[in-house]
Structures are given as structure tokens and as C-alpha cells.
């Protein structure tokens, strides 16, 4: 039982053993003519009025929960032949599964719902990893490993299974994950010498590290260029003069 829901039983117990104790003492009991007087006392009479409210409320409630909360199968049939029938138990059921997560030692089932429906069985775990694990891949694995176990009691009769992740017991330190850094970040070598062009003309300012990959990166390609640029200056010289 959750918090809220005790705290508010225990709020609507206290209300309806008011009540009754307000409404009993003026007719029964010792004090009789006291218990007749508190009433016309007016904040005596504005706390039988709320104590009256909470208690008519969780009566309310409590006659709507018996009303449409459905019956809870404690078995499901597994095999029916004639008038004979094979069910099994939703003990034997969550047993199976916490044996199934906990087989290997990497998981931990701390709560296991087992709802049996007239068509099958639905499973709701709530599962904690005792180490961190790759849940994408972990997770499918022991889903199917859980699967397989409940079918060797329950046959086809499984429906659905719904597994919860919480945090690990022991989780990885963020200090101890690496994350692979990109150091540098490859550019075909004509958009660095685009960028010093521009530099040159006094067009744009080009960022002082692109420069330098630039100077770095396409070194030997400068010196290619500046040789080809001096023959073709050579051979416009030799044309002249002829």
C-alpha cells in the first residue's frame, strides 16, 4: 500500500470514528447532557459538519471501488480438454518470472504484477540492474529470455510483458566513461586556399586556425602551384622577347 492511499484511510478511519462518537454520546454513555450542549456550540458544530463531509465522501468511494473494481483471478487456465481443466497459479507465475530476471546475477526483480485475464496472462516488472548495461540490446535479450521461461508453464496463454528499467545499483562513474573527441575536422584543400584568396584581396577575415590548417594542410600543393606559376612567367618572358 502507497503512502497516499494509508494516509488517507487513516484520515477517513479517524472521520468515521467521529461521527459516530458525535452522533452515539447524546443518546448513550455517561455524558449525555454534555455531548447535547457541545452541539450548539458553533465551532463544535462546523467540525461535525467536515468530519460529516470526509466520511460521506470516502463512503462514496469506497461503495464505487466495490462496485466496478474487477474481480482479481488468482489463476489462469492453461489447457482445457471436455469438462477438464489445468490452470495455474499467479504465485507460480511471478515465481517463475523473478527466477528468469535473476538467473545470471546482472538483474534484480523488485516488483512483479501478474494479471490473469480470461485470454492469458499479462506481466509488469519492475527490474534493477545490479551494474550498468546497454539497455537497447540488454533489455531485448531478457525479454526474450523471460518469454521463454513463463511459456514453459503457462504455454500460449502469455499476452503481454512489460519490463521497467530503474537505476543501477552500481552505475558507471561519469569520470570513467570516455567519449571519443574529434580533433580536427577534414576540408578539401581548394576551400582553404579560397579562404587565404580572400584574405589577400582584403575581402573577409579569415579565422586564424583555418589558416593555419589551411598552411599546414596544403603545403605541398603551394609548392606546386608557385612552381608552375614561375614557368608559365618564364615562357611569357621568352615570347616577349622573341
Known sequence: ????????????????????????????????????????????????QVVFAITAFGVVVALLQAIFTPHK????????????????????IQSQAIHAIEADGRFVAEKVRVDAKKRGVRLNVRVRPR????????????????AGGLMTICG?????????????????????VTVEKIDSLEV???????????ESDGGVTVPAAVLGASTTAS????????????????????????
Open 188 to 198: 578539401p584543400d581548394t576551400v582553404y586556399a579560397h579562404a587565404a584568396q580572400l
Open 73 to 92: 483471478r488468482k489463476a489462469v487456465t492453461i489447457d482445457r480438454s471436455g469438462g477438464d481443466r489445468i490452470t495455474v497459479t499467479t504465485k507460480a
Open 219 to 242: 603545403h605541398d600543393d603551394s609548392e606546386d602551384l608557385a612552381s608552375t606559376d614561375e614557368v608559365a612567367a618564364e615562357a611569357t618572358t621568352e615570347d616577349e622577347e622573341a
Open 131 to 146: 551494474n550498468t548495461v546497454n539497455l537497447a540490446s540488454e533489455g531485448r535479450v531478457l525479454h526474450d529470455e523471460l
Open 1 to 48: 500500500m502507497g503512502g497516499i492511499k494509508r494516509f488517507l484511510l487513516i484520515v477517513f478511519g479517524l472521520a468515521g470514528v467521529l461521527c459516530l462518537a458525535s452522533l452515539a454520546l447524546p443518546w448513550v454513555g455517561p455524558f449525555q447532557s454534555e455531548a447535547t450542549a457541545l452541539m450548539d456550540n458553533y465551532y463544535y458544530f462546523l467540525a461535525m
Open 156 to 176: 500460449d496463454r502469455v499476452q503481454r510483458i512489460d519490463l521497467e528499467f530503474v537505476e543501477a545499483e552500481n552505475p558507471i562513474p561519469a569520470e570513467n
